[in-house]
């Protein structure tokens, strides 16, 4: 009698009942009332941004490790007696081809699995393929290790929208999408800095050893502290549980679709391909972005060289010079901070609020990356001082920030549950860019010359600048004439 109470007890307070037209009633496990403290977008404040913090430091220690390495390459060739000049880029670029391919398999199992499995164990390997690099015997295994190290440390890449978009409230997603963005941003400008260094002071293989140990710290704390946030992942959970303690095999979860794993796995990997190749606005939106990315990681490949040729700059004050444009992300940064929820708020209060509002950074860092490229390909043309063109890539980066920025929020706000698969098509293209890109950066100013060239850089910045206006205009239109099915 008290199983059979306890039974009705839990059936009454978890499970709602669902009439269909042919008479059947399912029972259906939902969230407990829209303040139920299982879902996460109800979570404390503490909890919510505790998650947003460990996300935003992975993503800031992952692109880190792309670019800190670049300046030991002379050192690591020497070590290993080679001047093959295409395996001394392989080295830093393979890296960056990773993130094309772990989000691939990443955001899939992210949406079947739940995001909290796939970042553990995704975060253990990462530490394990670093520590390899440190241990090459090498140069091939160096380059296939960097390659495994990419491909995992893209996890938080792909899915950390996706975590944000489960845990923080539309109107309130700027600031937390600023901590997110900020690791991207400002990781490939602090890497050369602090590697420059480190590479002169201990020597090439330490690079690796002090991301091992950083990388670990922040996986602890990630095992310690995270819990699951995908809501499909927790209601999956809660229908098991209350399977097992009502004995009623029927539960369904209200987000469940009926299919298998393997469907849902399937259908999740075949998703980021779908997005890119059947939605029109997320193939403009990744070519954009594939072109911003490949800009910026050219500018960080040929900006030592310029530096080095045109103002006779060390290798060591040549990762001071990344200073400005550091200082630069971090001014995209604050701009994006300041005005990104503000304009969604006002937009939301006056009942007028769509995913293509979140397109206006962009439409502001696109004319910005551009004039930032001018400013700095003829300002080294003219053998300016070497602060007008370091000003000028202060410019790209806030650009980029702007821009990034205004993207992965959009792609949040516009496919929500299936955030993590429109962030993955887009990381694989724009990660493509910034693999290929830079390979053709020194034969473009080599050519043409640092002014010619960076003109030519910024031509096709201000028409992806073009591309997004006529997004913004028309966004909603072309989402709701064309939806993708999944």
Known sequence: MAAATETTRLLHEHVHVHQHAHEEEELVVDWDGPDDPENPLNWSSRKTWGHVTIVSLLTFLVPLGATMFAPAIQQVMDDFESSNDVISSLIVSIYVLGWALGPLVVAPLSEVHG?????????????????????????????????????????????????????????????????????PILGPSVGPLLGGFLAQALGWRWIFWVLVVVYTCVTVAQIAIMRETYPAAILKAKTESLRKKTGVPSLRSKLDNGLSSSQILARAIVRPAKMTVMSSINLVLSLASAYVNGVVFLLLTTMPVMLQSEYGFSARNVGLAFLGFGLGNIAGLAMFSATSDRFIRKRAAQSNLKPEHRLMPALIGAPLLAVGLFWYGWSAQAHAHWAVPVVGSGLIGAGNVLFNTAIIGYLIDAFTVYAASSIAANTVIRSVGGTLLPLVGRHLYAALGWGWGSSLLALFAFLCGLALIYLYAYGEVMRSKHPVRF
């Not at 995001?115 to 160096?142: D, E, H, K, M, Q």
């Not at 440390?153 to 997110?180: K, M, N």
């Open 115 to 183: 995001r909290l499995a796939v970042y553990t164990a995704s975060n253990i390997l990462y530490v394990l393929f670093t520590a390899a690099c440190a241990l090459a015997p090498n140069l091939g295994s160096l380059v296939f290790f960097r390659l495994m190290a990419g491909t995992m440390g893209s996890t938080p890449l792909t899915i950390g929208g996706g975590t944000i978009s489960d845990l923080v409230p539309i109107q309130q997603r700027g600031l937390a999408l600023s901590l997110y963005m900020f690791g």
